[in-house]
Antibody, heavy 117, light 113 residues
Framework: QVQLVQSGGGLVKPGGSLRLSCAAS????????MSWIRQAPGKGLEWVSYISNSGSNIYYADSVKGRFTISRDNAKNSLFLQMNSLRAEDTAVYYC??????????WGQGTLVTVSS | DVVMTQSPLSLSVTLGQPASISCRSSQSLVYSDGNTYLHWFQQRPGQSPRRLIYKVSNRDSGVPDRFSGSGSGTDFTLKISRVEAEDVGVYYC??????????FGQGTKLEIK
């Protein structure tokens, strides 16, 4: 069965960095776009970034452009989100999900990122 | 950017009664391939979002048939024919037609009266 297992996250000071990981199984990872979507405490869902199956097409929300980097390792069935220059407003639960607009049928369990001094 | 507007933002329903959530988009969601990429997600308390309905009216595997989706163009509806306790949570519509920025509605919180 399809599984997306996330790791990383935690408490970081403003200006700090974190790397999130998402390990995929149960499907051919290299055939699918992958996304990161976040949810601030008590708020709705916000698209953060997505990456094409080959890694050649990448999108970032304006709110994270220049600070976050999405990447993937198809040989290891893994998706990553490197988050630099973190701000208090980046505090959220981050979800990885399979696909983009036509998919999103599978989501990871979510990982909490807290940016606070 | 395409704006997705849900109503109501909160809903209190008696067990066994129907519920309906509206979602309107600021642009037509019909894609060039003829499909309409409007999906519905359920997020139970403390859980990840789960897709219920894809492309307007197709139920995902394991989704009870009391959930149904309908609509076209810019107006869409999620209906629950008989609300059960396990349906408590927040429901989101999402447009997957207009890229690069796919967008979610604000969410509708469903509670039991």
């Amino acid at each position: 069965q399809v599984q997306l297992v996330q790791s990383g996250g935690g408490l970081v000071k403003p200006g700090g960095s974190l790397r999130l990981s998402c390990a995929a199984s149960g499907f051919t990872f290299s055939d699918h776009y992958m996304s990161w979507i976040r949810q601030a405490p008590g708020k709705g869902l916000e698209w953060v970034s997505y990456i094409s199956n080959s890694g050649s097409n990448i999108y970032y929300a304006d709110s994270v452009k220049g600070r976050f980097t999405i990447s993937r390792d198809n040989a290891k069935n893994s998706l990553f989100l490197q988050m630099n220059s973190l701000r208090a407003e980046d505090t959220a639960v981050y979800y990885c999900a399979r696909g983009v607009g036509a998919d999103l049928g599978y989501w990871g369990q979510g990982t909490l990122v807290t940016v606070s001094s | 950017d395409v704006v997705m507007t849900q109503s109501p933002l909160s809903l209190s329903v008696t067990l066994g009664q129907p519920a309906s959530i509206s979602c309107r988009s600021s642009q037509s969601l019909v894609y060039s391939d003829g499909n309409t990429y409007l999906h519905w997600f359920q997020q139970r308390p403390g859980q990840s979002p789960r897709r219920l309905i894809y492309k307007v009216s197709n139920r995902d595997s394991g989704v009870p048939d009391r959930f149904s989706g309908s609509g076209s163009g810019t107006d869409f509806t999620l209906k629950i024919s008989r609300v059960e306790a396990e349906d408590v949570g927040v429901y989101y519509c999402m447009q997957g037609t207009h890229w690069p920025l796919y967008t979610f509605g604000q969410g509708t919180k469903l509670e039991i009266k």
